[in-house]
């Protein structure tokens, strides 16, 4: 079996699927690992690297494509203007696809990986279960996006985060407040911690209060009748009485803060505005907000995707692709997840093994044999199509 590596095409990605120490892994297996040239250079693996570690470097695009009986790509396929073909129209049918591609929104891409006849695997769909932990590639994602906001946040802000206690006097530690408590919320909960802030967590899941608080942070906590969580640990959608007072009391807090981290996503869902132009008008002057959450539109009703501008005299920060901002780490942790998802649709003798009983398998497959086989996503188009005029 062959497993295929292109250089990532969308801009500003400086991610790789796989790095040479975990291609070394494969090697043993007796998989040949294709690798196009000077695909891990923005992320410091170079081509001597692969090589070293067994891989075959190949440097037409087209050809990698064609020979690779799985391609592992990070961001969703694009058009390749340097070889005039979408990558999809690369892949030959029955090849796999493993990447991150966000089926529920992008269906056109769902549709055309059915009229390719290719089986994909999106790494956004690991299912959250225990026994997936170690393929979970959105909560690796979210480790380093946690970890960088803080330290944008800081730099940002024209403040220390730890308390100083010099000869002039005093400083006060900064107070930062974190917007949702998923995986993301809590490794910057504990990098803000560690930078020496005061921190506050919000979010509307009681479940993880106790979590916050290990981290050394307050936990904000609204007590709601309905639901807040779905069963594989996410938020859900609220009320429209509920969001209510959900950004009533959120406001209170943001007052008072010198950054405002939010993270708050709800799968399927639009995200949702925590944050309130009439919020940020009532921050302290040189505060910061960085929004997480700006390439799905924002927690602030003021972010702009990818933008960093003062408004009110507080600054807000809407990063885009945050861990390909560390991308050494970020490559490395995504790498691993990849490995042991090929794990599973492999054989102990390297061979393509598809077990759709096993339920990661069954859980992340999207397109399979000409058809949508992921009842969500399946689901997700069936609406759109009935949306859509006649």
Do not use: W
């Amino acid at each position: 079996m062959k497993i295929g590596v292109p250089r990532e095409i969308i801009a500003n990605e400086t991610r790789v699927a796989l790095v040479p120490d975990h291609v070394a892994q494969l090697k043993k297996k007796g998989i040949e690992v294709l690798v196009e040239t000077g695909a891990g250079v923005t992320s410091s693996f170079l081509d001597e690297a692969y090589q070293k570690a067994g891989a075959t470097i190949v440097t037409d695009t087209a050809t990698l494509f064609a020979q690779s009986d799985v391609v592992c790509k990070v961001q969703r396929p694009l058009r390749n203007e340097a070889v005039g073909k979408h990558e999809i129209e690369m892949l030959h049918p029955g090849s796999v696809l493993l990447t991150f591609f966000q089926p529920l929104v992008n269906h056109d891409l769902v549709k055309m990986l059915v009229d390719a006849q290719v089986t994909s695997f999106s790494m956004d769909a690991i299912p959250r279960t225990t026994r997936a932990q170690s393929m979970d590639a959105l909560s690796s994602m979210s480790t380093v996006a946690g970890y960088k906001a803080v330290l944008i946040g800081a730099n940002a802000m024209g403040k220390f985060f730890p308390m100083f206690m010099t000869a002039a006097g005093t400083v006060p530690p900064a107070k930062v407040l974190v917007l949702g408590a998923g995986v993301a919320g809590l490794q910057a909960i504990a990098t803000a911690r560690r930078l020496g802030a005061v921190v506050e967590a919000f979010d509307v899941r009681p479940a993880v209060k106790e979590q916050v608080q290990s981290l050394g942070a307050k936990f904000i906590e609204l007590e709601l009748e309905e639901s807040t969580e779905t069963q594989g640990g996410y938020a859900t959608q609220l009320s429209e009485e509920a969001h209510k007072r959900e950004v009533e009391l959120i406001h209170k807090h943001v007052r008072d803060a010198d950054v405002v981290i939010t993270t708050a996503l709800i799968p399927g869902k639009p995200t949702p505005v925590l944050i309130t132009e009439e919020m940020v008008r009532d921050m302290k002057p040189g505060s910061v907000i960085v929004d997480l959450a700006s390439e799905n539109g924002g927690n602030c009703e003021l972010t702009e995707a990818g933008c960093d501008f003062l408004r009110h005299n507080v600054r807000i920060v809407g990063p885009l692709n945050v861990p390909s901002l560390m991308p050494v780490h970020a490559s490395q942790l995504y790498s691993k997840n990849i490995l042991n998802f090929l794990g599973l649709i492999t054989s102990i003798e390297g061979a393509l093994n598809l077990n759709f009983d096993d339920d990661i398998v069954a859980g992340t497959c999207i397109t399979h044999e000409g058809r949508i086989v992921n009842p969500q996503v399946k689901a997700a188009l069936e609406t759109t199509l009935e949306r859509s005029p006649a």
